[in-house]
């Protein structure tokens, strides 16, 4: 999705009860507008409806936010996911101005095949998932591709420099930080004495385990009469 295609919209309405159970019970989800000349403003909006947009836009996807005859263009911001159901609990609208360059970090994608991965049976290392630029909004990019298949050795690395950027789109992190690599596999003798580390390691804690058992069962005992 590009900023040039048709934008996605949401209906929302404003947000009376403050308490976030009950808009749940109901399959809605909080959320909060505020930015540029905007009020800050409690909202719900469908649940369902939500994470459908979230899951395609991510928080680099303009959306047209419509309340009634009002519409504000804003930016996905500060998601929050439940730890155990890994569904949205709540999310923040970030109205923009069109015309004022803003800053946001965009998700890194890695596209084709890296020979030292496919022919060297090497393991790519990806240590950076996303950049910071800065752009105007209609410029932010809903995510940068990264072409791995430069990597060709295990001493072949792709930095934040060779990223290639949209016009419009300036870098603000580090262009010397590494972006992905190829490590290199382990030899047979190398896996052989990781296995004897982990059999280790686990016999240790294993007999750490009993000792602190027998201990707490010490201590609980009662006293002898």
């Given amino acids: 999705m590009t900023q040039t295609e048709t934008t996605p919209i949401l209906n929302v309405s404003d947000r009376h009860d403050t308490k976030n159970k009950p808009l749940r019970r109901e399959g809605l989800i909080p959320l909060e507008l505020y930015g540029h000349g905007k009020e ?47 569904d949205l609990v709540h999310l923040d609208l970030h109205a923009v101005n069109l015309k004022e360059k803003i800053t946001a970090e965009v998700p890194i994608s890695f596209a084709g095949a890296s020979p030292a991965v496919e022919d060297l049976a090497g393991t790519l290392i990806e240590s950076k998932q996303e950049v910071e630029v800065e752009c105007l909004p209609t410029d932010l990019p809903h995510e940068l591709e990264v072409d791995i298949s430069a990597l060709a050795t295990f001493e072949d690395v792709l930095r934040v420099s060779d990223i290639k950027l949209p016009a419009g789109v300036e870098l603000i992190s580090d262009p010397d930080e590494v972006i992905c690599s190829v490590q290199e596999p382990r030899s047979e003798e190398e896996l052989a004495a990781l296995d004897e580390k982990i059999e280790d390691v686990d016999l240790e804690e294993a007999v750490a385990v009993e000792e602190k058992g027998k201990d707490d069962e010490t201590e609980a005992a009662p006293d002898a009469e």
């Fill in 40 to 86: 800050n403003r409690h909202l719900v909006a469908p649940l369902k409806e939500v994470t459908k947009l979230y899951r395609e836009c991510g928080t680099t996807t303009l959306i047209d936010v419509i309340d009634g005859e009002n519409k504000v263009k804003v930016l996905f911001t500060e998601p929050q996911i439940h730890p155990m159901t890994h």
